[in-house]
């Protein structure tokens, strides 16, 4: 290529081989980097504001108006308040955090470029792109800046994000860079995908400067996962409950008569304060955040909250070969060669890789044929090239050398190449050791030739050939630019009849072996062991990939072919199927579709374009990170998995269960705390009309907030014993009938243990306040205890259960608090608490004891009666 031409709107373009490096550091420091403008962070005030619009926080600041401004309590009003103040900080200070911890793990999963520098290809984050960068992009790429083309082999973009239209527009070099934005064919756009081909181009504009920058503002905004909105929603029901339990509290007091309407109002104001879960936002966002980063210190980015409940759930994984069961690193193992055919400079024509960088087939191949001492031939050029492509598993080219005949080479699948070539014995003999190389687990390619008379070295592909679809769906219009490497003359270069060349000759076969990830065995009995069915999706031959399942503990039966799924039984094959080969895009998204339709939470694996929209449809759809990954693969996929391991994957799904879990506890304890409040509330208000109100709303704050707040952010963290891939995938939500009935039946027992403890101070002749200290004394206690019982899988003292350190630090530290402020009286004086004698420590320790063997009781019979078959009428 003759050195490059003045790029517009940038600094003059360097020749081939790239910018020095010196000189892209001074142009990064001039333009800065290539980013687009970054959404305004919402200020201290909207972040307020946005805590405050919660359903739960308008009703404390309703309670705290009314308890300041209508009942004239200005302690306790002001204390309402100021705990709502610290709620607001909290959520204000865990929302800051979370939007930070996502931001970092954004930046790991940043898009990168292929940059020609100093004379090398390299890749580099694409935010180090300047002016003046010399990239190169292939299909599954994502444009890293606006560029003018200079180099196109059926270079084709989807434009959609920019111009709206759905049709990808071909690429030409010296095409259009000026007039209306869809008729620029001679450049690329920045964030724009490469879906077909490969091409050169030097970069014109970068950040806000690029086409894609004037309408940054239009791409903020985030839309909230199935986990965000389901907390939400839990807010809003605790919200109406709240309301209406005082609302109907009041009612009845009035229609029972005999209480004055200010103890009425002061009773409805504690009804609402107990009901309200305070800590709840902030000790699920903590949790949430705690949990992607420690996801991600595993390998596992999250790129959506939803994705940590979609991965806890799933029960098929659906997982690529190449790179994540196997290393990923090819080597040619073995080959067959035709007698008077130079196997070696096939494969080196037929062949994209450069600098050891391209597909990972193409470098194997590359490596090969030195060590057998074939290089590439400076005197010859490519005439036309049609890039590998998933339908037509087969890459062809056109080569010519000055004074030789220009020469077609095709590589791809034996099954693809094979029938195109001259029926014969070596070509049967080619055909007869597939099988046998297959068995072996090696990847078969075939390669083959034939000569192209009457084609000169220099006919560049430069326009789409008529009948050919310049965006692989139609044919190209009438002076249309099309896929070339130059500027078209309206009619089809010669090059592009080459390369559907019929009667091709055999070269011969090379296998390429994948060696199996060490991991990948104890990953698919992992899967097994937590009710996961690992099925393996190949482009590979159905016996290699058969080898490979056997090796890895996956059940090949059946081997579904996409051959196969021609019959009438195509959709029971796809749920059935142990191992998909042959496969092609469409069948991948046909499987998803499939397997979701018949109650299945599916993970898909991929890191390919064409993976793209099995990724975007399935549960999870997890891109693989590494050289073989591509921006649009991880575009489509809400988590990227930054090694490729199948293994990573399985501890993503054990700590997806265990945070889905961990969340679930949380709430449980919570709300369980809160129904017993209501409980004791309602039914202190009418038995104990000496109290006038058992829990003052001063009271409920302090234990829903501070004391409750502890322990349910150690839940959030907990470890729970036991292994979360042990039990089966969760597939219930937070809130589900027998959830709520587990939670109902604790905060009775609750409830009644702290009803029982009051009686016995009354009994005992206590005074007010110190029968009201007994029910605070017993109720924090009791629901300590409870954080053991909502973390339980099953039974509360299972083995291992005072493993959780967390948890056993939060439950001693919140009991140590509540003794404090009880025992030191200015301390007691603020929270309405009075000293208690020996006898009612020792019934709230008794309420604790018991809170456990009791709720584990009225679990077992609940069971129990659910398994009782119903007696014969």
């Not at 002076?479 to 089809?492: F, K, L, N, T, V």
Request: proline share 7%.
């Amino acid at each position: 290529m003759d050195a490059l031409t003045h790029a517009a709107d940038g600094p003059p373009a360097p020749a081939a081989d790239g910018l020095p490096d010196e000189e892209a550091v001074r142009l990064l420091a001039e333009y800065g980097p290539n980013e687009l403008p970054a959404a305004r962070p919402p200020s201290l005030l909207a972040r307020a504001a946005r805590q405050l619009a919660d359903p739960l926080s308008i009703l404390l600041l309703a309670a705290g108006l009314v308890t300041l401004l209508v009942l004239g309590e200005v302690p306790e009003g002001v204390a309402i308040l100021a705990i709502l103040a610290v709620n607001v900080a909290i959520g204000v200070t865990q929302e800051a955090k979370a939007e930070q911890a996502v931001r970092a793990l954004r930046t790991m999963t940043a898009p990168m470029a292929k940059a020609r520098r100093g004379g090398a290809v390299r890749r580099i984050p694409a935010a180090e792109v300047v002016p003046g960068d010399v990239i190169e992009v292939a299909a599954g790429d994502r444009v890293p800046a606006d560029a003018r083309v200079v180099e196109a082999a059926s270079l084709a973009v989807n434009e959609a994000m920019l111009t709206g239209e759905s049709r990808s527009a071909g690429k030409r070099a010296g095409g259009a860079v000026d007039g209306a934005l869809g008729d620029r064919d001679g450049q690329l756009f920045s964030g724009t995908m490469v879906v077909r081909g490969s091409g050169v181009a030097v970069v014109t504009r970068t950040g806000a400067r690029t086409e894609m920058g004037a309408i940054a503002s239009a791409l903020h905004g985030q839309v909230k996962g199935p986990l965000e909105v389901e907390l939400a929603q839990v807010s809003k029901r605790i919200g109406l409950l709240a309301a209406a339990a005082g609302v109907v509290m009041v009612a009845l007091g009035l229609a029972r008569g005999g209480i004055a309407p200010f103890d009425l109002v002061l009773a409805g104001v504690a009804l609402a304060i107990a009901a309200v879960p305070e800590s709840m936002a902030a000790a699920v966002t903590t949790a949430l955040a705690l949990g992607s980063q420690r996801m991600a210190r595993l390998g596992v980015i999250v790129r959506r909250l939803s994705a940590i409940q979609a991965l806890g759930a799933t029960t098929v994984i659906a997982s690529d070969k190449t790179g994540t069961l196997t290393t990923g690193r090819l080597t040619v193992a073995d080959h067959v060669a035709v007698p008077g055919e130079d196997l070696w400079r096939a494969a080196v024509r037929c062949n994209d890789a450069r600098d050891g960088l391209g597909d990972a087939v193409d470098v194997a191949l590359l490596a090969a044929a030195a060590e057998h001492g074939t290089r590439r031939n400076p005197a010859e050029t490519r005439l036309a090239a049609r890039p590998f492509d998933a339908e037509t598993r087969s890459m062809t080219v056109l080569t010519g050398t000055p004074g030789e005949t220009p020469v077609v080479t095709v590589k791809g699948a034996p099954e693809a190449v094979l029938p195109r070539c001259v029926p014969g014995p070596e070509t049967e003999r080619l055909a007869a050791a597939v099988p046998e190389l297959a068995r072996r687990g090696l990847r078969v390619l075939a390669l083959a030739r034939a000569d192209a008379p009457g084609h000169r070295p220099g006919d560049g592909a430069r326009s789409a050939r008529p009948g050919e679809a310049g965006d692989g769906a139609r044919p190209a219009r009438p002076g249309e630019a099309g896929d070339g490497d130059r500027p078209g003359e309206g009619g089809p270069p010669d090059g592009w009849d080459a390369l559907d060349a019929a009667g091709l000759r055999p070269v011969g076969l090379v296998g390429l072996s994948d060696e199996v990830r060490a991991s990948a065995g104890r990953a698919v009995a992992e899967c097994r062991s937590g009710g996961i069915r690992v099925i393996m999706v190949t482009g590979d031959h159905a016996d290699t990939a058969r080898a490979v399942a056997e090796e890895v503990g996956i059940d090949p039966d059946p081997v579904v072919t996409g051959a196969s799924l021609d019959g009438p039984d195509r959709a029971a094959l796809l749920r059935r199927a142990g191992v998909l080969a042959r496969v092609d895009p469409a069948t991948k998204l046909e499987l998803v579709r499939e397997l979701r339709e018949h109650g299945e939470v599916v993970a898909m694996t991929g890191d390919g374009v064409n993976d793209a929209p099995a990724l975007r449809h399935a549960d999870v759809g997890v891109a693989m990170a590494g050289e073989e990954g591509t921006d649009v693969a991880r575009e489509a996929a809400s988590v990227v998995v930054t090694n490729g391991e199948l293994g990573t994957i399985v501890a993503g799904v054990r700590e997806g269960r265990r945070l889905h879990r961990n969340v679930g506890s949380m709430i449980g304890y919570l709300l369980t705390g809160n129904l017993a409040e209501i409980l004791i509330v309602l039914v202190g208000m009418f038995a104990w009309p000496d109290l006038v109100i058992p829990l003052l709303p001063v009271q409920l704050l302090w234990i829903n907030l501070v004391l409750d707040g502890i322990p349910a952010i150690a839940l959030g963290v907990d470890r729970a014993p036991g292994d979360p891939l042990a039990s089966r995938p969760r597939r219930d939500g937070l809130l589900s009938g027998a959830v709520l009935g587990g939670i109902a039946l604790r905060s009775l027992v609750v409830g009644l243990l702290v009803v029982a403890a009051v009686e016995a101070a009354r009994a005992l002749g206590w005074d007010s306040e110190q029968v009201r200290t007994q029910a605070v004394l017993a109720l924090v206690f009791a629901r300590l205890t409870l954080a053991y019982v909502a973390r339980a899988r099953r039974w509360t003292f299972e083995p291992g259960w005072w493993r959780g350190r967390a948890v056993l630090a939060a439950v001693a530290g919140t009991a140590a608090l509540q003794a404090l402020v009880t025992l030191v009286p200015p301390l007691g004086r603020l929270l309405a608490l009075a000293p208690l004698p020996p006898a009612g420590w020792a019934m709230a320790a008794a309420a604790a004891l018991l809170t456990p063997p009791l709720c584990d009781l009225a679990a077992l019979l609940t069971r129990a009666r659910r398994s009782t078959p119903a007696a014969a009428g």
